[in-house]
Each structure stands twice: as structure tokens, then as C-alpha cells.
């Protein structure tokens, strides 16, 4: 019998509430984890039923501390936030840095991410400077896929792929209340956007749940098994590109953090904070949260 080691964190948590933030298991033994081979980690994620679970292997390349590999519960991932920070946050809390290092490098399978330790919970990524990509305007097809009126869908701004690392078709909604009553249908989105750069949509509104926030989201993924994540790194990046570049918030200027609230509607309030760096232009997206410590424990599988 092989036992492996994981911990469970949430990540992206608000201290107001007492359960939120998007759940994680990292299975944090590099030993233990290359005794199995993908399709049992691909098991492994489905068993633990989270939006991801995490798999920390060695790393062949001199600049970085771990290799981190990212499993939804249908398929393998070459890049996730939350899975990003819950993971540097777990290899400091099992030793594989020391209490005073500041910044390490991960392999992820879209290349290296550096994360930065800003306090001993809260753990910030770069993402890539963010790319805009299409523009969709066919908002009766569209609002089909979510569940809501045509008339739900503001027409200030458009509705667009946005990425920072994974493209994300942003979708600005009228009103919180909108985007509270969505309903998904994960066929229908996967059937409408198959020959666009993701099927991952974004619903977004500058009406919020806490005045602290700036906008409130929701992200459905169900080309990746996730029909709704409580809270998504990937996205926040080019979440808050997307407001900044159309200036929903209606700012003098520019690279000030934007608060991004997620996750109420699945009880799992949740809080991320996108910052876009500018030099002459936009050259990278700071993501930055708050992990938890949750549970510690051990997997067993049959040699």
C-alpha cells in the first residue's frame, strides 16, 4: 500500500467569514507522489472532488523550488491560480523553504510562475501581461448558455477573451442581481463556444455584496469538469485587465488593486485581489490572496 501525504487548505478565504475561499488538497510528498503514475493522480482528484488538487514532484530546473502539477477532477491542468498559491503556501508550511524566503519559482505546465510570500498567509502570483483577444456579440446566443435575459447583459461594454496565462470570455452583466440568478448549462456553453479560445465565462457586475469589493464574479468551467468555482485565480488576472482596460470603475488612474468577490452563490464567499502592473504599457497581473490551513491527512492506494 502506498500512502500519500496531502493537506487541505482554501485559498482566496475573506476573514469575515467563518467557511469560503476555494477549497484545495496538495498531496505534498515528492516520494510518495512518484510512485503513482497520472491516471491515478487523475483518480486522486475526482476522489477528493475539489476544483483541483495538487501534486508536488521535483523540479529539473535549477530556479525552481517545486515542480506542481494541477488536476480538476476531469482532466490535468497546465496552469490554475488557486492551485498556485495554495501550493506555495503548503510547501512553506512542509519545510521546503525556510520561514524567511520572500519569493520562490514553480514549474507549472505552462512554464515557471514566480509567487511572492507578502505575510506568512497571504501569497501573490504573476501572471502574464494580459492579452485581448475576441470579441463575441451575439448576446442572445449567449445568454442562453447562462441563464439569463438578453436584457441582463450590458451593452457599455463587450463581451470579451481575455488572458493572462488562459483565456476568459469576461461578461459584464447590468446588475448584481443578474448575475445572482444565472443557471448554467454546461452542454450548451460547451456547445456555443467550441471554436472559441475557451468555453471558461466569467459573469461579471460593479454591483457587489460588500462595499469593499469593486466587482462581483461568477466563472463557469465546464470544460474542465467545474461547472462553478467558488474562487479562480486564472481568472482574476484577466478580470481585472478586462476592468481596467474598459475602465469600469470609472478611475483617474491606473495599477490600483481591484478587490474581486466570488463564490457566494455556492456559500463560499471568497475574496482576490488583481493588481495590473504599468511601465508603458500593461506588463504583467499581480494575484494575490489569503490561504487557510483546513486539515492535514494521508491517501492510500493499493500497490
Known amino acids: 500500500m502506498i500512502t500519500l501525504p496531502y493537506v487541505q487548505t482554501s485559498v482566496f478565504v475573506d476573514d469575515r467569514y467563518a467557511f469560503g475561499g476555494n477549497q484545495l488538497a496538495t498531496f505534498c510528498e515528492t516520494k510518495a507522489n512518484a510512485q503513482i503514475s497520472s491516471e491515478i493522480m487523475q483518480g486522486i482528484a475526482l476522489e477528493m472532488n475539489f476544483s483541483e488538487t495538487t501534486f508536488i514532484e521535483q523540479s529539473k530546473l535549477e530556479d525552481c523550488t517545486a515542480k506542481v502539477r494541477i488536476f480538476t477532477p476531469a482532466i490535468e491542468l497546465p496552469f490554475a491560480g488557486h492551485p498556485t498559491l495554495g501550493t506555495a503556501f503548503v510547501l512553506k508550511h512542509k519545510g521546503f523553504l525556510s520561514p524567511s524566503v520572500t519569493k520562490a519559482n514553480l514549474e507549472l505546465g505552462i512554464g515557471v510562475i514566480p509567487v511572492e510570500y507578502t505575510s506568512p498567509d497571504v501569497v501573490r502570483m504573476i501572471q502574464s501581461a494580459p492579452q485581448y483577444l475576441e470579441k463575441l456579440s451575439n448576446r442572445t446566443e449567449l445568454a442562453k448558455t447562462v441563464g ?26 447590468v446588475s448584481l442581481d443578474a448575475v445572482q440568478q444565472a443557471q448554467p448549462n454546461g452542454s450548451l456553453i460547451l456547445q456555443t463556444l467550441k471554436n472559441q479560445p475557451s468555453s471558461d465565462i466569467v459573469l461579471l457586475s460593479t454591483e457587489t455584496v460588500n462595499t469593499t469589493s469593486d466587482v462581483h464574479v461568477r466563472m463557469f468551467a465546464p470544460g474542465a469538469g467545474v461547472l462553478e468555482d467558488p474562487a479562480t485565480g486564472s481568472a482574476a488576472g484577466p478580470i481585472g485587465a478586462y476592468v481596467e482596460h474598459h475602465n469600469l470603475l470609472h478611475r483617474d ?27 508603458k504599457a500593461a506588463t504583467n497581473v499581480l494575484v494575490s490572496g489569503k490561504v487557510k490551513l483546513m486539515a492535514e491527512g494521508n491517501f492510500y492506494i493499493e500497490k
Open 253 to 279: 488612474a491606473k495599477g490600483k488593486s481591484i478587490i474581486i468577490e466570488q463564490g457566494y452563490e455556492m456559500r463560499r464567499p471568497s475574496q482576490l485581489i488583481a493588481q495590473v502592473v504599468w511601465e
Open 148 to 173: 439569463i435575459p438578453e436584457s441582463a447583459i450590458a451593452t457599455d461594454y463587450p463581451m470579451q477573451y481575455v488572458s493572462t496565462g488562459h483565456p476568459f470570455l469576461i461578461v459584464p452583466l
